[in-house]
């Protein structure tokens, strides 16, 4: 499969920056995917010895990707602990 895409980029050099932006954004994809799974607070691999990952979190934890204009280490809590 691999040789058969370099024959073709080789006959039509045009599709060279196609193939490249498709494997940079599978590439990206395959990482954010990984991101989630071992860094969201959602997940929760380990259900013995860490049932409620969500509930330890404080609300200068920052856990999404990215935040506009919030300064997480600034917030205070203003919930009840659980």
Same mark, same amino acid.
Do not use: C
């Given at each position: *499969? ?14 060279? &920056?196609? @193939? #490249? ?6 590439? /990206?994809? /395959?990482?954010?995917?990984?991101? @989630?799974? @071992?860094? +969201? &607070?959602? #997940?929760? =691999?380990?259900? %013995? +010895?860490?049932?409620?990952? =969500? +509930? %330890?979190? /404080? &609300? ?7 935040? *506009? +204009?919030?300064?997480?280490? %600034?917030? %205070?809590?203003? /919930?009840?602990?659980?």
């Amino acid at each position: *499969m691999l040789h058969q895409i370099i024959g073709q980029a080789k006959k039509h050099p045009s599709l060279i &920056p196609l @193939l #490249v932006f498709i494997g940079a954004g599978g590439t /990206g994809a /395959g990482l954010y995917l990984l991101r @989630l799974a @071992l860094f +969201n &607070p959602d #997940v929760s =691999w380990d259900r %013995k +010895n860490h049932p409620d990952p =969500w +509930n %330890k979190l /404080g &609300p200068d934890d920052q856990y999404k990707f990215y935040s *506009m +204009n919030v300064d997480h280490s %600034k917030l %205070k809590n203003e /919930g009840p602990d659980f």
